[in-house]
């Protein structure tokens, strides 16, 4: 467990400094600070325990507790960063009023006797139907049934985060791999800032997404049904499924379950991937990999049908040569991360339980450095164009994607040694 401590705590002093730095404001800097730090000093201390065996013993039931506790304070105050929360309480307001939110935009008529002044001002794109599958309608609906409100969905959220955290380090110990690690998912600043603050739902995705790849293996069914869980919160997942091995039983429920998941809010009025679509046309901030693909292409739709064939080349490629199912699937979503036109600072949740679980420097040093990606933020919220800077951009995946060019360098002369 110690060997893992320095990494993490050089991980933790990242997102630190990093934090700190893209934040336009002393106001904005102490709330950074106080996330990231938290992270920084529960990691020292866990140094010191970790030294002690009758401390080590007890250490990760400390350390769980204060991540639950960090998370309850979170999740009991407005969300800074984000109003996609709003959505998701709106959409629960629409099932409960016995209406589909695919059907009506929140700006439409045929609503507006759900509006209130304290969720449908600060819903996001009010002209657009809601974008989110069923397994997120679901969690929406569940928390408006069980905690009405912005306060209870996060309070949701945040258990969710801390059953993920626990997943997380069974499978540590399942791999004897140092259990220490799971504090990479506890106290990362994105994880308490993005799940439990802004209270962003991809959690669930992420949860059901390691429970599949962690049983796939073995119980290869359960493992199926749990990704394509993953899948029904987020499309995103679906990369995940194309480098897959699995037997025909267990393609067959999950193909099955997406479909039916898929279409179980269509209708001859309904479309559920309107929204989706016009995600992919208008979204773009943060990009890596796309900011390249648009420089050499002549225009946006262009640069979007390079970065889907290289995506699509990619996975190909993992899918031929990847067996572990947990580093596919950090392949598939990193490769779809870092070719998308958008990488908001909530994206990364999904890669993070897999970069615990199969620690590598590229990965960790991109998890600590997308906090940068707070730096424009506040001027954000008034001008949606509002990016990093090329310098800051360098400095966070600049020394990513060097290490996996030196790493595919030391491949390539083991190889042909």
């Known amino acids: 467990m110690r060997a893992a401590l320095p990494w993490l705590a050089a991980f933790a002093a990242l997102a630190w400094a990093t934090a700190w730095a893209g934040q336009p404001d002393w106001a904005s800097q102490l709330r950074a600070w106080q996330l990231s730090s938290m992270g920084l000093a529960l990691l020292v201390t866990a140094a010191a325990l970790a030294g002690r ?17 960090a998370r309850l304070h979170l999740a009991l105050h407005a969300p800074p960063f984000s109003g996609d929360i709003f959505r998701y309480v709106w959409d629960a307001q629409v099932w409960r009023a016995g209406i589909n939110p695919f059907r009506y935009a929140p700006s439409d008529p045929h609503l507006a006797f759900l509006r209130t002044s304290a969720i449908y001002p600060h819903i996001n794109y009010p002209e657009i139907p809601t974008i989110y599958p069923l397994v ?24 969710l985060d801390m059953a993920l955290v626990l997943l997380v380090t069974r499978e540590l110990r399942r791999r004897n791999l140092p259990a220490a690690w799971a504090l990479l998912v506890a106290f990362h600043p994105l994880a308490l800032t993005e799940t439990s603050a802004n209270g962003h739902a991809d959690v669930l995705g992420a949860l059901l997404l390691t429970l599949g790849l962690q049983s796939v293996g073995e119980k290869p069914l359960r493992g199926a049904l749990a990704i394509a869980g993953a899948v029904l919160a987020k499309w995103n997942a679906v990369v995940v499924v194309v480098v897959l091995r699995l037997p025909a039983r267990a393609w067959v429920a999950l193909g099955a379950s997406v479909a039916l998941g898929a279409a179980a809010f269509a209708r001859p009025d309904v479309n559920p991937f309107l929204s989706l679509g016009q995600y992919l046309v208008r979204w773009r901030w ?29 996975l190909f490629l993992v899918a031929r040569r990847e067996k572990d199912p947990l580093l596919g699937a950090r392949s598939a979503l990193g490769a779809l991360m870092l070719l998308s036109p958008a990488i908001h600072p909530w994206y990364p949740l999904w890669i993070l339980p897999l970069a615990a679980l199969a620690p590598e420097p590229g990965w960790l040093w991109l998890m600590g450095a997308m906090p940068l990606a707070y730096g424009p933020w506040p001027h954000r919220l008034a001008d949606s164009q509002a990016e990093l800077g090329l310098a800051l951009k360098a400095l966070e995946f600049g020394p990513a994607f060097a290490w996996w060019t ?12």
């Open 286 to 314: 943060n990009d890596s990999i796309f900011l390249a693909i648009r420089q050499m292409t002549p225009g946006l739709v262009s640069a979007k049908i390079v970065a889907a064939i290289l995506l699509a080349a990619w």
């Open 136 to 159: 997120d309608q679901c969690l929406f609906l569940l928390a408006g049934w069980i905690a009405p409100g912005v306060t209870g969905l996060k309070a949701l959220l945040a258990s």
């Open 53 to 69: 065996t009758s401390a080590s013993r007890a250490w990760p039931w400390v350390f769980w507790g204060a991540a639950a506790m």
């Open 406 to 417: 030196w790493a595919a360098w030391r491949r390539a002369q083991a190889a042909h040694a």
